[in-house]
């Protein structure tokens, strides 16, 4: 095989990777953004019995409640353990600590659903609520968050470390001043990015923490609450109702710039971190 | 303070671990006392009959991430090795931005592009009653798992030190006998790992697959029949939760896909992070 036949033959097996991120986003906006309007501005919550005509308001709030609650509940934990890591532990825990969060990691959402779904609504008698769906996503979020903050403390040179033990400096010195200063954009970059796989998170909510309808905004945190993607779900099998069809894209729309946001927000952080 | 803080939270994530496979467990427990393994092989699913047969679920299961992988795996390479070794460099991030916002579209909007667009086309072109099928199921997952699989490749093939490329090239090596001598083999065990990470992605996926499998419970017949509605066990999970009353025989049966897809996926993913440890441990 000469090397120019090698390469075509490459390039066409590679066309679909090229050609599928720009169809899909276009023909999602192509089909959203018009429903988007229609859905935004005429919608009321008159007719949330249904959930079909209304403004797509409380899902939204919903999912972004679900969100930082999620990061809220997972962030110290995350960070905890990565100073455990990093101060406290032996080679042994180390290992152990990045084995579970490997293994955490492999493990699909839906069994997190799962498993939230017997230990908190059933047996802590939490029912299907907001509390229930934040700490189960919180769950899914926290190895990325862990692994994502022990890889910056990492790479924070150790001569900087170096130096501030020989100045004498304690633990929470040396975090406060030393190791914050130096990887909180990495710690923020993991950090949203943990907060994009919130919300793009579905199964595991789907029985735990959402409803379809009927719920504008949580009473407590123990009451369900209506989510941009659950509700995405929903009316997507509402074939024979054009109109849920349409929304459905409105709030895939939606959905896809929230999470590019955060994304984006991100990549941003990422680039602060590698000029400074 | 800080030492409990620190002392606490690595406990919990010990906790969950612990506490999600032995609940799991435990609800499972009576389905498996139940039948034994038995129903492993077996493919009657009709949870009103009690009879609760895993096979036709698993087999899903596998079919639908072997065709995404099938077309996943040529697909991801090529875009790897296009976007590292022929591309110039301001294209290579341009394909992996690409890929980072195909990785970030939410599963659920997979489902719905599914539902509305593949499906009607398999329909149509296919002659078929129904969309619903494990090919469509496989063809989503492909999407999905496909920048897994090139990122991960990317990342490889870009480890590979510029002295092997130097020493392939002054040896005289075409550029494809480099990219099949030198290249591939180097990047290997990085391109190992991405494979298996996309195989356990694409067995636990459920939104996208539930919305486009058609969720019902027959072994394909024969074997190769990609073109009828079938389920997995994800997609099983997904839809009948809701129905099924907390400690009954059909809520453990659940509980028992749930727990076999979580032991095979950790076997996975360990797998992938054992091997590409050992092997960047031994490298120079």
């Not at chain 1, 923020?188 to 735990?208: D, N, Q, V, W, Y």
């Not at chain 2, 099949?180 to 991405?194: C, E, T």
Request: net charge positive; with cysteine.
């Amino acid at each position: 095989m000469n090397e120019r036949c090698a390469k075509t033959l490459t390039i066409m097996l590679a066309l679909p990777a090229l050609l599928l991120p720009a169809a899909c986003l276009l023909y999602i906006l192509f089909k959203g953004i018009p429903a988007l309007d229609w859905a935004m501005l005429s919608g009321s919550s008159q007719d949330a019995a249904f959930g079909s005509i209304s403004a797509l308001w409380p899902q939204i709030t919903g999912s972004l409640l679900l969100m930082l609650g999620a990061c809220l509940l997972a962030a110290p934990v995350a960070l905890g353990g990565t100073l455990f890591y990093a101060l406290a532990a032996n080679i042994r825990q180390r290992k152990a600590l990045l084995g579970i969060m490997h293994l955490l990691v492999g493990i699909p959402p839906i069994v997190y659903g799962l498993c939230g779904l017997i230990v908190l609504v059933h047996m802590l008698h939490w029912g299907i609520s907001l509390l229930t769906g934040m700490v189960i996503l919180a769950v899914i979020i926290l190895p990325m968050l862990l692994m994502n903050s022990v890889n910056a403390i990492k790479r924070i040179p150790s001569e900087k470390t170096a130096a501030a033990r020989a100045l004498g400096l304690s633990n929470g010195q040396l975090i406060r001043r030393v190791w914050l200063p130096a990887a909180w954009p990495a710690l923020m970059t993991g950090l949203l990015l943990g907060m994009a796989r919130a919300l793009s998170e579905t199964a595991p909510i789907l029985f735990t923490a959402t409803v379809f309808s009927g719920v504008s905004w949580p009473d407590s945190l123990f009451s369900p609450v209506t989510s941009l993607q659950t509700h995405l779900f929903y009316l997507a099998q509402e074939g024979a109702n054009a109109e849920a069809v349409d929304i459905a894209w409105a709030s895939a729309v939606i959905l896809i710039i929230l999470v590019t946001a955060l994304s984006f927000g991100a990549s941003a952080l990422r680039n602060i971190r590698m000029n400074g | 303070m800080l030492n409990l803080w620190m002392r606490t939270s690595a406990l919990i994530s010990l906790l969950v671990v612990v506490v999600m496979l032995g609940f799991l467990l435990q609800q499972s427990w009576p389905y498996w006392q139940h039948d034994g393994l038995n129903p492993l092989l077996s493919g009657d699913w009709y949870p009103y009959e009690h009879l609760f047969g895993l096979a036709a679920a698993i087999i899903g299961s596998f079919w639908a991430a072997l065709i995404a992988l099938a077309i996943a795996i040529p697909t991801g390479l090529a875009a790897a090795v296009m976007s590292t070794e022929i591309l110039p460099g301001p294209w290579r991030s341009l394909m992996r931005s690409g890929m980072e916002l195909l990785a970030g579209i939410p599963s659920v909007v997979y489902g719905l592009l599914g539902l509305w667009i593949l499906l009607p086309l398999l329909q149509s072109n296919l002659h078929l009653l129904t969309g619903h099928n494990l090919l469509a199921a496989g063809l989503l997952l492909s999407v999905m798992v496909l920048p897994t699989i090139m990122v991960m490749t990317q990342d490889a093939l870009c480890e590979v030190s510029s002295h092997q490329r130097d020493t392939a090239a002054s040896l005289g090596m075409g550029w494809s006998a480099r990219l099949w001598r030198v290249l591939l083999p180097q990047a290997w065990p990085g391109i190992r790992s991405g494979i298996l990470l996309a195989l356990g992605r694409a067995l636990g996926e459920t939104m996208a697959v539930m919305l486009v499998v058609g969720s019902m419970d027959r072994i394909p017949d024969p074997w190769y029949n990609l073109l009828a509605p079938a389920q997995t066990l994800t997609s099983r999970i997904g839809r009948e939760i809701g129905e099924s009353a907390f400690g009954s025989m059909h809520f453990s049966a659940l509980m028992a896909c749930g727990l076999l897809l979580a032991l095979i996926t950790i076997t996975i993913s360990m797998l992938a992070h054992i091997r590409s440890d050992k092997i960047s441990v031994n490298r120079p």
